[in-house]
């Protein structure tokens, strides 16, 4: 016999029945006269960077070169632009966005004479790793400041450091080998393949404390420069940093950076600092450097009772 029928027939009030007035007192008890808000008035306590673009590899040239290449091995061209796109999420996914990109979509279908499947998506992130690996020794440089910021935190303002990734395991050990040997070392690393989702979702992130032992949420800053990226930090309920000159959608090396007509940069400047902004992103900084200042301000914030 049906479920509802059965509470029916024995005289269960269903919701309907509920005498509005009834409704009125639960939400209006008189005995609950007043509610309690908790906020957290101390200082910040960690910071996690994302990897590419933030920490390493200015202009974010690794992953569009791998891209790019495991693209090219199928015989279908990618532009950096589309390469660029989906930055920030975890890999595979990346590859599915390229690939649902539609002036892409339309070019594998001229080369394979078919839409792309399970099996092709699979085939080409089997690929990406050891091509990634290629292509890392020439992409792994600190970006400038980077090394002494971090230094500056954690002695001065004694914060944990953190990272997330897009990355694989594998790549992310590979990075973590290259930048200790720049002095970057952080207490706690996180990579896309260690959780159920990753980018945009918080999961990274919420492990990330774990692994560090520090909340409340508030008192962590996420620091990246992709739009994934800092959704990623917003989900998770901390602060959010974008990094716009360094970054994904500024697309310089730091030579680069140095000998860039002006126009240029400034219109390219200015693209970074329009998307991160449209992200929702608390603030943002030309490089982590700037970081310090950000810092102090949520600190100050954090002290009226203010929250992410």
């Known amino acids: 016999m049906d479920l509802t029928a059965t509470a029916s027939m024995e005289g269960k009030p269903s919701e309907k029945q509920i005498p509005a007035s009834r409704k009125w007192e639960v939400l209006n008890n008189p005995k609950f006269q007043y509610r309690y808000e908790r906020k957290y008035r101390g200082t910040v306590k960690a910071v996690i960077f994302d990897w590419a673009g933030t920490i390493i ?12 290449k495991i693209f090219e091995a199928e015989g279908v061209a990618i532009t950096d632009a589309e390469a660029r796109g989906p930055m920030g999420l975890d890999k595979r996914m990346h590859i599915e966005k390229i690939l649902q990109n539609q002036n892409v979509k339309e070019r594998w279908f001229e080369i394979h004479g078919d839409f792309h499947t399970k099996d092709d998506i699979d085939r080409m992130y089997a690929s990406f790793v050891p091509t990634q690996k290629n292509l890392l020794p020439e992409n792994s440089k600190i970006i400038d400041g980077v090394s002494a910021t971090v230094r500056n935190l954690t002695n001065h303002y004694k914060l944990k450091i953190g990272s997330t990734t897009g990355y694989p395991t594998p790549i992310l050990q ?3 080998t290259a930048a200790s040997i720049q002095g970057f070392i952080p207490d706690s690393s996180v990579a896309a ?39 990623e930090g917003l989900a998770a309920g901390c602060w959010t940093v974008g990094v716009t000159k360094t970054g994904n959608y500024m697309a310089a090396t730091e030579s680069e950076l140095y000998t860039m007509a002006s126009k240029e940069y400034e219109q390219r400047l200015q693209k970074a600092y329009d998307i991160l902004s449209e992200s929702g ?5 030309d490089s982590v450097v700037d970081l310090p200042i950000i810092i102090d301000d949520i600190n100050k914030r954090l002290s009226k ?4």
Do not use: N
């Open 281 to 285: 992103a608390h603030y943002l900084i």
């Open 193 to 231: 393949d260690e959780v159920p989702r990753s980018r945009p979702c918080p999961h990274m992130i919420w492990l990330t404390a774990i692994r560090l032992d520090v909340h409340p949420i508030q008192a962590i800053i996420k620091v990246d420069d992709t739009i994934d990226g800092i959704r």
């Open 305 to 308: 009772g203010e929250s992410p």
């Open 57 to 68: 590899d200015c202009g974010v040239f690794a992953p569009t070169k791998t891209f790019k």
């Open 174 to 176: 590979e990075l973590l």
